[in-house]
């Protein structure tokens, strides 16, 4: 895996920055009460906290390191050029539209009117843009210092628990039962695995994880009606045999192993 490399976290700024998450999300969620409108269906408008990770590691880094840490975080966005040489990880970024399209199958539903090729492809673009919001703080600023603490699983569990947590105000804003939660948050916490695992094993790359992110969103919205007849628990099985896979055939990131 290599040697673990400084980033803008360190072991003390990982839980400040969880409590700054929740302190930058609190306006949304409150908005989402008061304005119980959705930007698409299932997306309550608290959706848009997707862009508090990245704004709590950007001011938590500044106080660190300054202009540069800030820049240095930034520039992450744009690190796929970290991916060279790993052909196999563009398979992994795919995974979740594969899972997708098979849980829909499996599940047997009838068709329904699907978003346009074009809506599709602005979703990407947007969800992209959501993604960094969200990746530029887990893995950006994260995820290695609670590696070094806890391994590579243990990490991707604790930020996983964390993240599912972080969604269910939104999932209730958008009218989501309990039990429809907890399978979703069930999904969210597997997906953090895997997406751990894409992280250390695609050299680090936030880039990378963002798309796998995007593509994760755009898959759910791409099924019939939006995606209005998405049931978690069937992505949540085969979601979980792929974590358990990766999780056995890769090194811990913490014993520094490549």
């Known amino acids: 895996m ?10 003390e700024g990982v839980a400040p920055f969880f409590g700054l998450v929740l302190a930058l999300s609190l306006p949304f969620w409150i908005l989402g009460w008061l304005a119980p409108v959705q930007v698409l269906p299932g997306l309550p408008v ?10 709590a590691a950007a001011l938590l880094a500044t106080r660190s390191g300054g202009r540069a840490a800030l820049l240095g975080l930034l520039a992450r966005a744009g690190d796929a050029g970290r ?5 196999a990880w563009p398979l992994l970024i795919l995974l ?8 829909w199958l499996v599940q047997g539903a009838g068709p329904g009117p699907g978003a346009p090729a074009w809506v599709l492809a602005a979703m990407l673009v947007a969800f992209f843009v959501g993604g960094l919001g969200e990746e530029l703080g887990w893995c950006g600023f994260a995820i290695e210092p609670l590696a070094r603490r806890f391994g590579e699983l243990g990490a991707a569990l604790r930020l996983g628990a964390f993240w599912a947590a972080w969604h269910v105000i939104p999932f209730l804003q958008a009218g989501r039962t309990w039990d429809w939660i907890a399978w979703q948050g069930l999904n969210i916490l597997i997906g953090r695995v895997v997406m751990t695992r894409l ?15 995007a593509l994760d969103n755009v898959a759910a919205f791409a099924l019939p009606m939006f995606g209005a ?6 992505l949540a099985a085969s ?18 192993r490549a």
Request: glycine share 12%.
């Open 229 to 234: 007849a998405h049931d978690p628990r069937f």
């Open 199 to 213: 992280y250390f094993g695609a050299g680090r790359s936030v880039f990378a994880v963002a798309l796998f992110h």
């Open 239 to 256: 979601l979980a045999v792929v974590a358990v896979v990766l999780s056995l055939l890769a090194p811990d990131a913490r014993r520094g």
């Open 96 to 103: 979740m539209p594969a899972l997708g399209l098979a849980a």
């Open 83 to 87: 991916m060279r040489g790993r052909a």
């Open 2 to 11: 290599g040697r673990l490399r400084a980033t803008t976290g360190d072991g």
């Open 46 to 55: 608290s959706a848009l906290m997707a862009f508090t990770p990245a704004l």
